[in-house]
């Protein structure tokens, strides 16, 4: 099996191999140290977000405020849409509360009440 140069995310070894694809073509690794209990992950592992560079956020920023759209946006900036969406996202829980939050906790409370 050729080297990757990918390492486990649990136990930061190489002794890596592919294995397989997600159905959404992602590329996915094992892991074949046997004293590690992760054995299957992803390269794109969340603990490393590829969030937007400060100044490419300023850049969506800007642009949003013009009136452009997502998908503009990223055309224009270069990066994938879904990570505009998500600046945009974390610029609004900075200025709003999360909308599903409310409802959740009245759900919960009618049924308390009910019981
Ligand atoms: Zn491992």
Same mark, same amino acid.
């Given at each position: 099996m050729a080297l990757t140069q990918v390492r486990c995310p649990?136990? +930061?070894?190489? *002794?890596v191999v592919k294995y397989g694809k997600q159905p959404n073509g992602e590329q996915r690794y094992s892991c074949?140290?046997?004293?590690?209990?992760?054995?299957i992950f992803l390269l +794109?592992?969340? *603990?490393q977000p590829a969030v937007a560079s400060p100044s490419a956020r300023t850049r969506i920023i800007e642009l949003a405020l013009d009136g452009a759209d997502a998908m503009e946006i990223s055309e224009t900036l270069g990066l994938p849409e879904e990570e505009v969406i998500r600046v945009f996202q974390q610029l609004s829980r900075l200025t709003a509360p999360p909308v599903g939050v409310r409802s959740r906790n009245r759900r919960a409370a009618t049924k308390i009440a009910a019981g």
């Open positions: 649990d136990c +930061n070894g190489l *002794n074949q140290d046997p004293r590690c209990e992760r054995t +794109n592992y969340r *603990n």
